[in-house]
């Protein structure tokens, strides 16, 4: 096991640049995950770190030492490809086999892990098939089990769990954090789904266009995102985002006003869903666009006048029917406020 | 209800097999008349013994031509000549064109110039390949002559000898064979994801375990067809044996076709030779089975 450090990393792909100025530190036996939209350079991360990737500048540094220059095969990474690559002419078996050629387990060792894996996954019946027998999920499953039998430096893991089903998720959610756990090893997971993120990072990198937007508790990101970037992606139903301007110590956006005490100039307020409540009155005027009940809860999304939706939690025996007019306000007490520039400039404090 | 209508409706149609059997029928006949009849011509003939001087005749004789063969030492070694001359073509036709292969998948600054070059030796007939490695292989005009002397020697170096005569005709059959058993490797190559080898390193597997892992698989079948097409080409091989070492020195190129050749042209023994070329037409339909059984059935599964 090792901490992993990207110094200054950068990956240009011809005049293309998929990875900025990357500084990262993963410490011994984290569970760091990156987190990103489609196309922001997580797998490029991961690739640069593997190995698989030269970087095209800055270092990468396993417990303080430069294996920048070094091939995969002397860094002894186990990795979950995104595609859940598996050797297309091996059997589910042959193919986690493969992965334990180079290590010297005793073969009883060797018998268990493959075991604990196999139950662990659920894949005790696939282990005769090929790959092209396989459905999605089960070939990411597969290629996830190979994984974890290694006893590796770190383990990188690039979206193991996209194709999976909704309950099968949540199990394997569970398992893998567990296991990283008990092994303790260092382990970098990518995922662009964010609740995967929260619910299993010791801390989440956020990234965007190639960099680096913040990195922290996944309670860090979610209070105190840094940026309007992460506080748009990170939270689920999204934060509201209202753009406006701040006054004599109110913010103020068409018929909405907040008493924030800031800096004037142009800003964006956000507040998260759970934070802005329905008013009898007082609040801003709007009306129902939609309601999705959740069964626990139910998120209403409300339009005002100026045809700008917010969103709200609300309890799940809501009454209302589409067009009902209502009005909202915010809890001033939980709303941040962004700058365009410098990103976020005022937080509750807590 | 449906089947009904179509049970009525096939009392005007033709089933399936019958409509089949129609649109084939110009193919059979085409087979019959091309195939089928000189086969049978020439099964005919095996059993016969054929006369041209004093009145051309045939006396039927049974399988005695067949048990002529039994004894008879030029016809063993003719097969001896045969297998030894295929396996060798075989085994150097496939690993020079999966090498050509391997090296034509590697960038390189004009891919498409490279290519063509590599693909000539395969549009040089067979005819002109025999000519072209009988100069090079014999003494007077040879390739390993040159090299000698340059060396400081002073006697030519041959190798169409008794000793290496069949090496020579095989690494030129091969030379022939091997860019186009390159080309359809190549393709192979070009579907293997870069990604898989990136696997192996993570999986550290060494170069050799990469290449029996990721690079072979895809190309187990193409080698395995390649195996069956040169081993029936290089059995039936004659122009090229013909003008190389027309069976020699002495008869230690004498390959089956070559000794066909002879017993049917030479010595007129039209029934005997028609008896050897049953035994060549057998040889090579056993040897491809041979090789579906053991190889290309557990290819085809894939
Ligand atoms: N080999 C390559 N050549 C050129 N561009 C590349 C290459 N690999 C990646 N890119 C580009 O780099 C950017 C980042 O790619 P990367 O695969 O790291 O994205 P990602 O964050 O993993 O996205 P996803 O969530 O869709 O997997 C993309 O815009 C992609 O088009
Ligand atoms: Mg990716």
Known sequence: MAGIRLDHLKKSFGAFTAVQDLDLDVTDGEFLVLLGPSGCGKTTTLNCIAGLETPSAGRILFDGRDVTSDPPHSRNIAMVFQSALLYPHMTAAANIEAS????????????RRIDDAVSMLEIGDLLDKLPSE???????????AKAI?????????DEPLSALDAALRMTLRAEIVNLQKRLGSTTVFVTHDQVEAMTMGDRIAVMNGGRLEQIGTPSEIYERPRSLFVAGFVGSPPMNLIRGEVADGVFAAGELRVPLAAAPGPVTLGVRPQHLHVRAEGGL????????????????????RARNRLRLLV??????????????APDPARCLLFDDASGLIHAPAN | MAGQVTSTGRTSELSNLQFALLMALPVLLFLVLVVAYPLGYALWMSFQQIVFFGGYRTNFVGLANYATMLGDDKFWWSIWVTVRFTVESVLLAMAIGLALALL?????????????????????????????FSYLATGQTGFATAIAFFFGADRPVSFVNRQWVIEVLAIGNAWNMAPLVAFFLLANLKTIPTRLYDLAAIDRMSPLETFWNVTLPPLRFTLFVFTCITTVLSMKLFDFIFVLSGGGPGTASAVMTYQIYKISFRDLNLGYGAAQSFVLLFLIVGSTMTLYALWGRREAAR
């Open chain 2, 104 to 132: 034509l998948n590697r960038p390189m600054r004009r891919p498409g110039l490279i290519r063509t070059i590599i693909m000539l030796p395969w549009c040089v007939s067979l005819y002109g390949t025999g000519i072209m």
């Open chain 1, 100 to 111: 334990l050629r180079r290590s010297d387990l005793a073969p009883e060792e060797r018998r």
């Open chain 1, 149 to 157: 039998v290694r006893q590796p430096t770190a383990f990188l893991l």
């Open chain 1, 285 to 304: 005027p709007c009306a129902i666009f939609a309601l999705e009940r959740l069964g626990r809860e139910t998120v209403l999304i409300v339009e005002d």
């Open chain 1, 134 to 144: 396989m459905s999605g999920g089960q070939r990411q499953r597969v290629a996830t």
């Open chain 1, 315 to 328: 309890e799940a025996e809501f009454e209302g029917r589409v067009g009902d007019p209502l009005d909202v």
